[in-house]
């Protein structure tokens, strides 16, 4: 069986998105339970506002800024092209292979990618939001593919059939 998919991957907003509702929850904690010290109100304001500010910033700046491309082509040969966040252009091509710890879900993948020299690469997370709903289902169909077939290259060379 041969599968193809060409996957331009986005950088998602959720998990900013997540650090920021998490940074007013804790701003909003901090600001109750410091209702029973000696800190005035305005104090207590500047302070929570300050801390919601710092959140909302980090999380937001902090995120990945650009968008990979993911090649799967013949049968689960693996590319990576990371993307120029300017004009979209490759800025670096790599060749890899999946890893056993890659989660594939419906809504949510965690993609773990070793290189050609044995090296562990940063995952890749993909959001529903990350890509389109089709693409996601394409790539999703591709990955298990793959994971399938090694598991089932596994189970040849144990002797288990």
Do not use: C
Not at 54 to 66: E, L
């Amino acid at each position: 069986m041969s599968i193809s998919v060409s996957a331009v991957i986005s950088p998602s907003k959720v998990p900013a998105f997540a650090l920021t509702i998490m940074g007013i929850l804790v701003a909003a904690s901090l600001f109750l339970l410091s209702g029973w010290s000696d800190l005035a109100l305005p104090a207590r304001l500047v302070l929570s506002f300050l801390i919601i500010a710092f959140i909302i910033f980090a999380a937001w700046t902090g995120r990945r800024k650009d968008s990979v491309r993911l090649i799967i082509s013949g049968q689960g040969q693996i590319v990576l092209n990371y993307l120029d966040p300017v004009n979209g252009s490759p800025q670096k091509s790599l060749a890899v292979q999946l890893s056993k710890r890659s989660i594939v879900r419906d809504g949510l993948m965690f993609l773990y990618f070793t290189s050609a020299d044995g090296s562990s690469l940063p995952p890749i997370v993909i959001f529903q939001d990350s890509i389109d709903r089709l693409t996601m289902h394409r790539l999703r169909v591709s990955l298990l593919w793959i994971i399938s077939r090694m598991q089932n290259e596994m189970e040849g060379e144990s002797g288990n059939f």
